[in-house]
């Protein structure tokens, strides 16, 4: 539901010509979108606790709201690759509930071919998908180590 809401404000944002396009490059309009992505993200994790949801599920709802936390800021000065960071992000939350090592490898191929596209279609530099791929990682795993 949260990356929904984030492609919603883009595309009325660049419907509306106060977004510069749907890869954001101009940083101030990074904030617009990532504000209403973690105000998304905040209010599925309440209503996900209300409910009183398996822990699993609320973790991961938490994980998603460490992702912005994480690389928002960082996106604001150098726009690291939220595309690798939520891909491996997600890899650990399957290798924290799965078995592990399949995960890990299987993500870890996914990554760098999502990271090799971000580089190949010129979005990214190789510093920045894999400062994207490390700050998703950790803050998954920081979450879930937390939490589960």
Not at 13 to 26: A, K, P, W, Y
Request: no cysteine.
């Amino acid at each position: 539901m949260p990356a929904a809401v984030i492609a919603a404000v883009i595309a009325a944002g660049v419907r509306s010509g106060r977004l510069d396009s749907i890869h954001l490059v101009e940083r101030k309009s990074r904030k617009g979108p990532m504000a209403a992505g973690f105000a998304a993200v905040v209010v599925g994790l309440a209503v996900l606790v209300l409910l009183d949801a398996p822990q699993v599920v609320v973790a991961s709802a938490a994980v998603m709201l460490a992702w912005v936390l994480v690389m928002g800021p960082i996106t604001l000065v150098w726009k690291v690759s939220f595309h690798t960071g939520v891909s491996a992000g997600t890899a650990v939350v399957l290798a924290f509930v799965l078995p592990a090592l399949p995960m890990l490898v299987v993500g870890a191929v996914l990554v760098a071919v999502i990271g090799w596209a971000r580089v190949q279609v010129s979005h990214h530099s190789p510093a920045q998908a894999l400062a994207g791929a490390a700050a998703g990682a950790a803050a998954s795993w920081a979450t879930l180590a937390v939490m589960l």
